[in-house]
């Protein structure tokens, strides 16, 4: 996020985008708190970016290069991934700014919205907050809630298509057999099954 920020600093120092382009739009979402409705309120262009920037950090770099072009995206992220990347994303994205504006983070007062609350009795540091776990709940229910919608479905095969159209010659790896590909979905789809959503989060910091 940091990366991508960094190309929108003008000669000031200051971020500086056109309205409406997709970074503009992310960043509203993100202040106005309704990234948990990206899927329902964003184009194609929006959500494209969103997953580029947040989507190959939850799941192994080389299964996301190989896959993303040819397969749905709920195809290679589960519901939980996400609504991780979703999470982090609302939760740092004020420090992201400021980092790509060349500014410093003072470790007493972090901008994070959810994480960095200080110290446990104990002299750990705090994790997540409540309201972050909650707010997890919250978005792993909206998120759960668009991916069965047609609308959703049919963004992410405009998204996959424009991605294999950047690069067409990206194909995917030889070695990989329909065997082992059948046997890689079923793997996400126990990961689904065995994940509990709203019960125990209990993420590290």
């Given at each position: 996020?940091?990366?991508?920020?960094?190309?929108?600093?003008?000669?000031?120092?200051?971020?500086?985008?056109?309205?409406?382009?997709?970074?503009?739009?992310?960043?509203?979402?993100?202040?106005d708190g309704e990234i948990h409705l990206i899927?329902?309120?964003?184009?194609?262009?929006?959500?494209?970016?969103?997953?580029?920037?947040?989507?190959?950090?939850?799941?192994?770099?080389?299964?996301?290069?190989?896959?993303?072009?040819?397969?749905?995206?709920?195809?290679?992220?589960?519901?939980?991934?996400?609504?991780?990347?979703?999470?982090?994303?609302?939760?740092?994205?004020?420090?992201?700014?400021?980092?790509?504006?060349?500014?410093?983070?003072?470790?007493?007062?972090?901008?994070?919205?959810?994480?960095?609350?200080?110290?446990?009795?104990?002299?750990?540091?705090?994790?997540?907050?409540?309201?972050?776990?909650?707010?997890?709940?919250?978005?792993?229910?909206?998120?759960?809630?668009?991916?069965?919608?047609?609308?959703?479905?049919?963004?992410?095969?405009?998204?996959?298509?424009?991605?294999?159209?950047?690069?067409?010659?990206?194909?995917?790896?030889?070695?990989?057999?329909?065997?082992?590909?059948?046997?890689?979905?079923?793997?996400?789809?126990?990961?689904?099954?065995?994940?509990?959503?709203?019960?125990?989060?209990?993420?590290?910091?």
């Amino acid at each position: 996020m940091t990366t991508e920020l960094k190309k929108h600093i003008n000669d000031a120092g200051e971020l500086a985008y056109p309205h409406g382009s997709p970074i503009s739009d992310l960043i509203k979402c993100l202040e106005d708190g309704e990234i948990h409705l990206i899927r329902s309120n964003s184009n194609d262009e929006l959500f494209k970016l969103c997953a580029e920037l947040c989507f190959p950090w939850m799941v192994n770099k080389q299964s996301w290069k190989n896959n993303h072009q040819h397969v749905n995206i709920s195809s290679i992220i589960t519901i939980a991934d996400e609504t991780l990347a979703l999470l982090v994303l609302e939760n740092n994205f004020l420090e992201w700014m400021e980092l790509a504006k060349g500014k410093e983070i003072d470790k007493k007062s972090r901008m994070t919205k959810y994480t960095h609350g200080g110290n446990n009795k104990d002299g750990t540091k705090k994790g997540w907050t409540l309201e972050g776990k909650l707010r997890f709940n919250e978005i792993f229910d909206q998120t759960q809630l668009e991916r069965e919608k047609r609308e959703s479905k049919q963004m992410e095969a405009r998204i996959k298509t424009m991605w294999y159209n950047e690069n067409p010659t990206n194909q995917r790896n030889n070695n990989i057999t329909n065997n082992e590909t059948s046997t890689e979905q079923q793997e996400l789809e126990l990961r689904e099954q065995q994940y509990v959503p709203r019960t125990d989060f209990d993420l590290e910091n």
